[in-house]
């Protein structure tokens, strides 16, 4: 996976995990489960030093498909874009190693193979 997406990955990661902290019914599940959730600071450091890696033209365009979708980062699971079960191109997997990042074609969400 290239440096881009990985990138992309572990932000979408890190929002949903913030989100989860800072939603207070969650975030109390959470503590009964046993995890502690005092880190919401560090969370959003590392967002923000992550951020910083990325290309802005990377980080426009997550930022209106997160507006847009919720999740922008979807994986893709035999052959199916998990964000709108299009039907992804074989042609599509041969390009994913190289310095790329991938778009669904009938959603426009960004990919990734897991
Ligand atoms: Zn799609």
């Given at each position: 996976?290239n440096?881009?997406?990985?990138?992309?990955?572990?932000?979408?990661?890190?929002?949903?995990?913030?989100?989860?902290?800072?939603?207070?019914?969650?975030?109390?599940?959470?503590?009964?489960?046993?995890?502690?959730?005092?880190?919401?600071?560090?969370?959003?450091?590392?967002?923000?030093?992550?951020?910083?890696?990325?290309?802005?033209r990377?980080r426009?365009?997550?930022?209106?498909?997160?507006?847009?979708f919720g999740?922008?980062?979807?994986?893709?699971?035999?052959?199916?874009?998990m964000?709108?079960?299009?039907?992804?191109?074989?042609?599509?997997?041969?390009?994913?190693?190289?310095?790329?990042?991938?778009?669904?074609?009938?959603?426009?969400?960004?990919?990734y193979?897991?």
């Amino acid at each position: 996976m290239n440096q881009q997406l990985q990138l992309l990955v572990a932000i979408q990661d890190l929002e949903q995990m913030i989100r989860d902290t800072e939603d207070e019914t969650r975030a109390r599940e959470f503590t009964e489960m046993g995890f502690t959730l005092n880190g919401l600071d560090n969370l959003k450091k590392s967002l923000i030093e992550l951020e910083t890696q990325l290309d802005p033209r990377h980080r426009n365009y997550y930022r209106k498909l997160t507006q847009k979708f919720g999740h922008a980062v979807v994986p893709v699971i035999g052959n199916l874009c998990m964000g709108c079960f299009a039907n992804i191109p074989s042609s599509f997997v041969s390009v994913t190693h190289e310095n790329k990042v991938l778009h669904c074609e009938n959603c426009g969400r960004i990919l990734y193979w897991p």
